[in-house]
């Protein structure tokens, strides 16, 4: 059977994350991959640093068929579980190029949740301590476009914002034991865009 890889792009993307090194056969294995951006490897020929949406900071690679029906956003998990998996290797460059050889059984995407600011009277970037307040970041970059286009938060002059949930952080992090009085969770932010990255929603 010809082997298939995987070569999804957004920003430009490929399934990423990270797996340890194995070689045995007929193995099953779930991975969960949590997406998001990284800011400081990738640049365009004229020097303008890029955004990468990735996958827990690494690329990823299958040798099996993966097509997502809606475009990735920052904060989303991605479940795949493979199995008879032969290889499981990551290679220790930044960012670690991860490959899994095996046959995809199953795979899901989990979408996060959405949020958009907007102000009248001011710039995004004039009221940036107020967004920090608010909101748990995991980085202070707006990013402007599809192509990856980003800057600082308190540089980006638009007067609309959209902030994807860390999915990951919100279900590993807010957590209340039971019978326990626990006061509202923080709301944990995998990215910022100038634009709505889930239109139809």
């Not at 097509?67 to 998996?85: F, H, K």
Request: with cysteine; hydrophobic share 30%; aromatic share 10%.
């Amino acid at each position: 059977m010809k082997k298939k890889q995987v070569t999804l792009l957004l920003l430009p993307l490929i399934l990423s994350g990270c797996g340890n090194s194995t070689s045995t056969p007929n193995t099953e294995k779930t991975f969960v991959l949590n997406a998001g951006f990284v800011f400081d490897h990738k640049q365009t020929a004229s020097g303008e640093k890029l955004a990468s949406l990735l996958f827990d900071g690494n690329y990823y690679s299958f040798f099996d068929e993966l097509t997502l029906e809606e475009p990735l956003v920052a904060g989303d998990q991605l479940s795949v579980t493979i199995n008879n998996i032969t290889e499981d290797v990551c290679f220790s460059i930044y960012p670690a190029r991860c490959t899994v050889e095996g046959n995809i059984k199953d795979y899901s995407l989990s979408k996060t949740t959405i949020y958009g600011v907007h102000v009248d009277d001011a710039t995004i970037g004039q009221t940036a301590e107020n967004i920090k307040r608010g909101y748990i970041l995991d980085n202070e970059y707006v990013v402007l476009d599809k192509g990856g286009r980003y800057v600082p938060l308190e540089d980006y002059d638009g007067q609309d914002l959209f902030l994807s949930v860390d999915k990951n952080k919100t279900e590993s992090l807010c957590t209340c034991p039971e019978g326990a009085q626990c006061g509202p969770c923080p709301i944990y932010i995998a990215g910022l865009y100038a634009y709505n990255p889930r239109p139809s929603e």
